[in-house]
Structures are given as C-alpha cells and as structure tokens.
C-alpha cells in the first residue's frame, strides 16, 4: 500500500463536493428510470448530458483524457470506462454498469451503479448484490482511526469469500476541486496498511468485481475494459466523507 498524504478538506470544499453530489445522484436517479431492453447506450448518454446541463452542472467525464462522451456505461463482460454507441443497443438479460461524474461550481461528484436490464439471471443477480455490498463493507470501514489498507481489505475479503474476484488494474481515489485526487484506493490489500484515515478526507470507493478471473484487458478504442475470461463484472461507487465514527455517503439516492 503506498503511504501519501490524502488532503482534508475545509468547510467550503466539503460544501462545495456535498452539493455536486447532491446533484450526481439526482441525475443517476433520474437516467435509472430510462434503462429498459431496446434503448442504445448512446441515448442514455445524450439523456445524461441534458439532464447534467439542466442540473446546472457539467459533465466530468467529457474530454477528461480525450474520453469522449458523458457517461461510461459497460455491459455484462465489460468492467469499466465503456463507451456509449448508437450500435449499442441493451437486450433484456443484460447487467449495465453505468459511471457518472459531474462539476458543479468547480467541485466534483462522482458514482456508479450496476443495474439490471429486465430480468436477469440469479448468476447475474448475485453478483450485483456481492459488487453492492462489497461496497457498502469497505464504506463501513472508513472511518477515523483506521487506515487506507482496512478500507482494501474489507472489500476483498468479502468478495474472494463469496467465490468472486476483485478488478486490481483500477481503483477509487480522493475526490474534491479535482475528479482524481490522492489517495489511490485498491480493492485489495493488508489490514492496517496506508494511511490513516482523518475526519474531513472525501473519498470515492468502487469496488469492480468478477464473476471469474480478476484479470482485465483493454479494447482497441483504448477505453473499455472487459474481463480477460469473458465473464461478468460489476462496478458499484459512492463518494464518501470521513466524520466521526460512521461515513457519510454523498452519493447516496
């Protein structure tokens, strides 16, 4: 586990990301309601650029890097960073990872979510709700006093237990006036290790687990990740706040 400073932030900055993700989780709510068999990936993007403009807001993914549209939305094999297409149609089976992220007067707010499309099979329906608690798990273990490693730990012992593997290519990070801060968070890792955790630090955690092997490979648009084995993946996020002795999730809708 690397050892880094992660900044604490002041009372102006925890406003500032409190409200942008306000807004991120509205948004997602929102964009839920229009995930259904038949639509494309690519209108599910153009409706998360309005309802993002309407917000007041601006997306945080576009240009970031050269990546090209609003929303990341990864289907059923796909681990994270897909990118939207009108040839992309959902079908009724389908799991759809959808990653938002939005500025909102110069703060960052950040989430994702995996849903299902129609009904879904158990296989499918099991590892949505692993990938989802598996977060709720490492939120539980951010709080003041313990360290970056049992935040890791937490989230991969809960997943290798129940027989699934955890993404280790990507990770979260710190959040705040910059959608990618310090620290590095992986999903993995030794209890007691990193940093510790103060009141005031904003993190975003995103655990991307596997139905399979935890090996990933990246397409030749340069963005979207699949798993190495074909399997099924899930990607759950909130941006978090360290205070007291129970985190507060941003994000939460």
């Given at each position: ?24 989780a509205s948004i997602m709510k929102r964009l839920s309601r229009k995930i259904e068999p038949g639509i494309t990936t690519d209108s599910l993007n153009s409706a998360a650029e309005r309802l993002i403009i309407e917000s007041h807001c601006k997306p945080a ?193």
């Amino acid at each position: 586990m690397l050892t880094m400073t992660i900044p604490i932030k002041s009372k102006e900055e925890i406003e500032g990301v409190k409200m942008a993700c306000e807004k991120t989780a509205s948004i997602m709510k929102r964009l839920s309601r229009k995930i259904e068999p038949g639509i494309t990936t690519d209108s599910l993007n153009s409706a998360a650029e309005r309802l993002i403009i309407e917000s007041h807001c601006k997306p945080a993914f576009k240009g970031y890097m050269g990546y090209p549209k609003s929303i990341c939305t990864s289907i059923n094999s796909e681990v994270v960073h897909g990118v939207p297409g009108l040839d992309c149609v959902l079908t009724e089976g389908d799991i759809l990872s959808l990653d938002l992220g939005v500025i909102y007067k110069g703060f960052y707010g950040d989430m994702a979510v995996t849903f299902a499309v129609g009904e879904i099979s158990t296989e499918a329906e099991m590892l949505i709700r692993t990938t989802k608690e598996a977060l709720c798990v490492g939120i539980s273990s951010a709080v003041s006093g313990n360290t970056l490693g049992d935040i890791s730990s937490a989230i991969q012992r809960y997943v290798e237990d129940r027989g699934y593997s955890i993404v280790r290519k990507f990770v979260g990070h710190g959040i705040g006036r910059e959608l990618h801060e310090e620290p590095e968070i992986p999903n993995f890792g030794s209890p007691g290790t990193g940093p510790y955790l103060e009141n005031g630090m904003i993190l975003a955690l995103e655990p991307m687990v596997n139905d399979g092997d935890y090996r990933v490979n990246i397409l030749e648009d340069g963005w979207t990740a699949v798993t190495e084995d074909g399997s099924l993946s899930a990607h759950f996020e909130h941006t978090i706040l360290i205070w007291g002795s129970k985190p507060q999730v941003l994000t939460e809708f």
